[in-house]
């Protein structure tokens, strides 16, 4: 009997990065500009979908996968009922999309008949921003209600953002939410982060994030 | 959180590395994590025993090795190890940080038993 050392150094998420890599491939490869969204639960991420859709109709085909830990299509039935095509995805109990799910969603749309491609993720702060989906862009909806700590309770996934969306803005009058702070913790760990401040409810500051978005989905045409 | 999907990925890896080096068992795991992963060694350490069941890596024991998280200043250039998650360099008060260590996650080597 004897005993080895074996070299290995391999990222312990190798297998999810690859497949993640597969999946940008086959999205620029259709033209299809894609949004990794992030938020706690009930932030508003399905409203947000939903007034994006509204703000860049008709002229922006969107495609919409729903990741959820349970078997309800809650979600995906609000996306197809405003006429987009929408799937759930079920991840079977674990708390955030990975690669792999992500490629047996792709497999049911019809990627080159879409424009813009957006991922809810499941309702978690920690968990998703493990996981490379292969998505071009990292957005989180924070919301008021959440409260101005955020920041500063999960630094890592605001480490990893590209976008941010401060959602629930009608709610400020009511809810002790200092933004100074919340922006402070946010600068502290994304400096000079590109923010949008929203409302889904009154629809305030969609506009500006739907014109931001615009020249996103151009320049993206143009690679 | 999602240590099963990382401790299913860990006995993938240990086990292909183990084979191509036509290993008869794996006895440890060499692992190193970085401190701003969001991984508890203990989780992972529960999945494990159960998982590595009735495989080549039953009994394998888990080594974590920590590496502290170290942000370098964009301002001015200087190093400095991160003692809690937000806080500006300590040379200039800058917040425009990278991080320079600390965000690993990988397996470094495993130990195994040739028949
Ligand atoms: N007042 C107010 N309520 C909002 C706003 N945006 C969303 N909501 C409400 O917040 C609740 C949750 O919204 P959803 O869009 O379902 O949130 P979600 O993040 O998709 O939720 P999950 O998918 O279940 O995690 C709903 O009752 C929405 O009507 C807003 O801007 N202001
Ligand atoms: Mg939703
Ligand atoms: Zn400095």
Redesign the interface.
């Known amino acids: 009997m004897t005993v080895n050392r074996v070299q290995v150094v391999e990222n312990i998420l190798n297998a999810n990065d690859q497949v993640a890599q597969l999946n940008r491939q086959v999205l620029d490869q259709a033209g299809a500009f894609s949004i990794n969204l992030m938020a706690s639960p009930g932030a508003g991420k399905t409203s947000f979908i939903l007034k994006t859709i509204q703000a860049l109709r008709p002229e922006v085909n969107i495609g919409v996968v729903e990741g959820d830990t349970a078997p309800v299509t809650i979600d995906a039935d609000k996306i197809n009922a405003v006429g987009m095509p929408a799937v759930q995805i079920n991840t079977g109990g674990e708390c955030h999309l990975d690669a792999v799910m992500l490629k047996a969603g792709l497999q049911q749309l019809s990627l080159s008949e879409i424009d813009l491609l957006i991922v809810e993720n499941v309702g978690n702060l920690i968990c998703p921003a493990a996981f490379d989906l292969g998505t071009h862009i990292n957005l989180l909806v924070a919301s008021i209600p959440e409260g101005d700590d955020k920041p500063y309770k999960y630094p890592n996934i605001y480490r990893g953002l590209d976008v941010l969306v401060i959602n629930k803005t009608d709610l400020l009058p009511y809810i002790d939410f200092r933004m100074d702070y919340f922006r402070q913790g946010v600068e502290m760990l994304n400096p000079g982060l590109t923010t949008f401040a929203v409302s889904c409810k009154t629809g305030e500051g969609i506009d500006a994030w739907a014109d931001w978005l615009r020249g996103r989905l151009t320049a993206a045409k143009q690679v | ?2 240590e ?3 401790t299913e ?2 006995l ?3 086990t292909r ?2 084979q ?2 036509e ?1 008869a068992r794996v ?1 440890d795991i060499y ?1 190193v994590i970085g401190q ?3 991984i508890v060694d203990d989780s992972v350490q529960f999945y494990w025993d159960s998982m590595a069941e009735n495989t080549i890596c039953q009994g394998a024991e888990l080594h974590f090795k920590r590496i502290p998280a170290r942000m370098r200043c964009q301002d001015c250039q200087g190093e400095f190890e991160l003692a809690s ?2 806080e ?1 360099c300590p040379a200039c008060g800058s ?2 940080l990278a ?1 320079a260590a600390g965000d690993e ?11």
């Open positions: 959180m999602h099963l999907a990382v990925s860990i993938e890896i240990a590395h183990a191509q080096a290993a006895t692992l701003l992963s969001s998650q937000l500006p917040y425009r991080v996650f990988y397996m470094e080597s495993i130990e195994v038993e040739k028949a």
